[in-house]
């Protein structure tokens, strides 16, 4: 799946955050979610998963677009 195909929730999309690797939730056009954040070792995941870390405004940010 390629970014272009998701619909960014959070940030403003200009890339001022340097080399594209902001914290931002996207949605999929089948209605899930993708979130980008930092690399997580909190535990490990089961295999073919991942952890990321994001801040809590990027998430209330998202919530805030999906009138949640």
Known sequence: MAREELTRLTGNGNG?????D???VYRTANGSFVVQ?????????PEGEGLVEIPERVLREAVRVLGW
């Open 16 to 20: 001022t955050c340097g080399k594209d």
């Open 22 to 24: 902001c914290p931002n």
């Open 37 to 45: 954040g930092d690399v997580s070792q909190a535990f490990t995941p």
